[in-house]
């Protein structure tokens, strides 16, 4: 079926610097979502992107997150700057009409 | 505060049984439950769905069955297979349409051949 491409898989940063996680939606999709998994939990909702607005986002988007889709190309979560905390595995999901969604494989995300 | 409860916390059973997961939510607006099940290293992978207006949605060996007055419902897996091992995820979102879902913490499933 269609799928959601995250580049990277794996990244490790050091501690205050920028790092920016990119996700290929699926092509007719229109609603994009980033979720935070820390190992062996829940999945977290981040925020979501509609008509290249956000529309809603958690208290664990902090000042040092954003997103950004230009121009239909990669949607991006854009951390600067990382904190220890920030350590996870990072979803990108994208849906059609704002239910079903197709996640990415996931970017697991090491800040040291 | 949990929004979505999920129990238990992990399930073994034998091949060929049936497992049974268990889902409670909060909030009363919510209008779509997906199920989603996760291998290991792997991404979820949407399951199986209901939304209030029926009890019982059935895919195969998957069904949930859905108490709105209660605010439970339950992910019943009949006949399983060891491949079913897996952690799943009940979800729930509101109306609005903005998409964003509110995942339980998740019932490790370990089936035993």
């Known amino acids: 079926g269609p799928k959601v491409l995250q580049i990277p898989s794996h990244q490790i940063i050091d501690m205050g610097q920028m790092v920016t996680l990119n996700c290929d939606p699926v092509?007719?999709?229109?609603?994009f979502y980033w979720y935070k998994q820390i190992l062996g939990q829940q999945m977290e909702f981040l925020v979501n992107?509609?008509?290249?607005?956000?529309?809603?986002k958690s208290k664990l988007f902090k000042d040092q997150f954003s997103v950004e889709r230009p121009d239909g190309s990669y949607f991006t979560l854009k951390i600067q700057p990382t904190a220890l905390e920030d350590s996870a595995v990072y979803f990108c999901?994208?849906?059609?009409?704002?239910?079903?969604?197709?996640f990415g494989s996931g970017t697991r995300l090491l800040v040291i | 505060q949990q929004q979505v409860r999920q129990s238990p916390q992990s399930l073994t059973v034998w091949e060929g049984e049936t497992a049974i997961l268990n889902c409670s939510y909060e909030?009363?607006?919510?209008?779509?439950f997906p199920w989603y099940w996760q291998f290991p290293r792997e991404s979820p992978a949407l399951l199986i769905a209901?939304?209030?207006?029926?009890n019982k949605k059935e895919d195969g060996r998957f069904t949930i069955f859905f108490n709105k007055r209660e605010k439970k419902l339950s992910l019943h897996i009949t006949d399983s297979q060891p491949g079913d091992s897996a952690t799943y995820f009940c979800?729930?979102?509101?109306?609005?349409?903005?998409?964003?879902?509110?995942f339980g913490l998740g019932t490790t499933l370990q089936v035993q051949p």
């Open positions: 999901a994208s849906s059609l009409e704002g239910s079903d969604y197709t």
């Open positions: 092509s007719n999709h229109l609603y």
């Open positions: 992107f509609y008509n290249g607005k956000v529309m809603e």
């Open positions: 909030d009363s607006t919510f209008d779509y």
């Open positions: 209901i939304r209030p207006v029926s």
């Open positions: 979800a729930a979102s509101g109306p609005g349409n903005t998409g964003k879902l509110i």
